[in-house]
């Protein structure tokens, strides 16, 4: 229970924790000799020391060509790797046929802080990943992406479900892909205020254009004659269109109806009469109906919607029944 006890004493916080290590440094070695090694490993040094203080990190322990780095902040954590990998693609081409070829691994979790360093699963996660990490790669678990991926404008690139050695349960993978300057400052926004005069010209200038296309366009008219076109324009709307006035299928009014019944009527008595001049009209009309159309060959008196009106002596081709609906 002691134990227990003093070790909940102990500060316990969320930080970042970052691995990088060389990849072929021991080929490089046996290929180009110890003197070009060291000063490989001289460079190596410099340039992640630069970017760890940069970012805010501590150096907690560098054994040959791997860096073991704790930062205050997972976001910072990340950038320094991003950094780290950017630099050294820089340096390498620089210094042709010896690149400094780095993996970084960055995980985050709560460890203890002890005299000796920080104890803890992220510590050890993070180191698995780097060793995982190709050349110029950085590896981060699911749990940094989440913590940073609203902070850091990169790009993480599942590398799926990864066997880490030590670590019983896969964990899911991603690659950290964009610049370490991306999202380190706010971009500083610019003040509305500055706006004000440049719309307010905008705005005298449109007015001014439409004041001027307005009197351009009114010039050379005559005093109401847009009173008059209006009302041309009114009358020409309200006035029936000729469909409506000609032809036998016009919209009939209650006149034009009292006006047939009284034509319907007078003919009907006509017939009881036993009128000659109607019969041998309505012969003719027969006639001229069984041939196709509606010849009126005399002067027959008809009636129209303004009345009795007669006829000429020409064909004149009307509907059949024409004159019965009127």
């Known amino acids: 229970m002691a134990l227990v006890d003093e070790a909940s004493d102990r500060d316990s916080l969320t930080r970042g924790f970052l691995f990088a290590d060389l990849r072929g440094y021991t080929e490089y070695v046996e290929r180009h000799g110890g003197e070009a090694a060291a000063q490989l490993l001289d460079r190596y040094r410099e340039l992640v020391r630069e970017q760890v203080a940069r970012f805010r990190g501590a150096e907690i322990k560098t054994e040959g060509d791997s860096f073991y780095v704790v930062f205050p ?31 970084i691994g960055v995980h985050a979790g709560e460890t203890v802080e002890t005299t000796e360093g920080y104890v803890g699963s992220a510590v050890n996660i993070a180191a698995r990943l780097c060793s995982q990490a190709r050349a110029g790669e950085l590896l981060v678990s699911d749990t940094v992406r989440v913590l940073t991926a609203t902070v850091v404008r990169a790009q993480f690139v599942s590398r799926g479900r990864q066997h880490l050695k030590g670590i019983a349960e896969p964990m899911q993978v991603f690659a950290v892909i964009g610049s370490a300057d991306a999202g380190t400052t706010p971009v500083a926004r610019r003040p509305v205020a500055h706006l004000r005069p440049v719309l307010a010209a905008v705005a005298a200038v449109a007015a001014l254009a439409l004041v001027a296309a307005f009197a351009l366009g009114n010039r050379g008219q005559v005093p109401g004659s847009s009173s008059a076109a209006a009302s041309s324009a009114s009358a020409q709307a309200s006035a029936p269109t ?38 041998r009209h309505l012969s003719v009309r027969s006639a001229a109906r069984q041939r196709g159309g509606h010849g009126l060959v005399g002067p027959v008196r008809g009636h129209g919607p303004d009345g009795p009106r007669a006829r000429s002596h020409r064909r004149v081709a009307r509907p059949a029944g024409y004159a019965l609906q009127r």
């Open 242 to 279: 000729p469909k409506a006035v000609l032809g036998p299928h016009r919209q009939r009014t209650p006149a034009d109806r009292a006006r047939a019944l009284r034509h319907r009527n007078a003919l009907s008595a006509r017939i009881r009469r036993g009128d000659e001049s109607l019969q």
């Open 73 to 103: 902040s997972v976001s910072g954590a990340v950038r320094a790797g991003l950094a780290i990998i950017e630099v050294a693609t820089a340096d390498s081409t620089t210094v042709p046929g010896h690149p400094i070829r780095v993996g």
